[in-house]
């Protein structure tokens, strides 16, 4: 414990570097994610092909990977960018293929027959989206997004491979000066578990608010069902 509390300052800036990373690209993925998903269902063949391409390419790439190719390739072109951005950039470019496939997953389990009332009445392809298929997919995105969220909170330990001084890269200095491997990273993992229930307990309670009637009426349900069982008993 005594190397924890020497190091308070230094574990506290890990944590808040790993905060910073997960939450600058979970939700730079989100917006690509989202525009990708738009292109995947667009009436344009060669935007649907782009976004095939690109999610073919970054989904099957390890992050690990693609976090040194960001970090030692680009100023091989001529472009430099800070370590930690380099982090963000890769965990917004491979989270955003997977929200991509969530989204249109998630956009396929509308009836198509509502997307057929909304154009009958006038709207066009994105007024569709905005205002008719995206409200209702919504709640079916909210799981798998919690699931992309875990994934980016995980995958910024590998930020630490490029030198990003976050909770895994302080666990690992402190470790080589102390010799608590055990301790230290129990420390780490006690972060990423933190944050990753945190995500988990953020996206149930959004998934309950948006649900159709809400805890009040899931309540109603429970109530009924619990009648009807005492009655067969």
Same mark, same amino acid.
């Given at each position: ?48 092909? #782009? ?6 390419? $970054? ?12 970090? $030692? ?24 293929? $997977? ?17 057929? #009332? ?19 997919? $919504?709640?079916?995105?909210? @799981? ?35 010799? @608590? ?18 995500? #988990? ?30 009655? @067969?008993?």
């Amino acid at each position: 414990m005594e190397a924890i509390a020497e190091n308070t300052p230094l574990l506290l800036q890990g944590i808040a570097y790993t905060v910073a990373l997960t939450l600058l690209g979970y939700v730079l993925a989100l917006v690509v994610g989202t525009a990708l998903a738009v292109c995947r269902v667009s009436p344009i063949p060669p935007l649907r092909w #782009a976004a095939t391409v690109y999610v073919e390419i $970054f989904r099957n790439i390890p992050l690990l990977s693609l976090l040194i190719l960001i970090s $030692f390739g680009l100023p091989d072109v001529g472009l430099r960018l800070p370590y930690f951005w380099c982090g963000v950039l890769g965990l917004t470019l491979s989270s955003a293929a $997977f929200v991509c496939e969530n989204v249109r997953s998630g956009i396929n389990t509308v009836p198509v027959g509502h997307a057929e #009332a909304a154009r009958s009445i006038g709207l066009g392809f994105f007024g569709t989206l905005r205002y008719v298929v995206l409200p209702q997919a $919504f709640r079916t995105m909210i @799981q798998p997004l919690v699931n992309v969220f875990i994934g980016t909170v995980i995958g910024s330990a590998l930020c630490s491979a490029i030198a990003v001084s976050e909770i895994t890269w302080v666990t690992q200095t402190l470790n080589i000066q102390y010799a @608590q491997a055990v301790l230290m990273f129990l420390v780490a993992g006690a972060v990423y578990l933190g944050m990753s229930l945190g995500g #988990a307990a953020l996206g149930g309670a959004l998934e309950r608010a948006v649900s159709p009637g809400g805890d009040s009426e899931r309540g109603r349900d429970r109530k009924a069902l619990d009648v009807t069982a005492g009655a @067969q008993a």
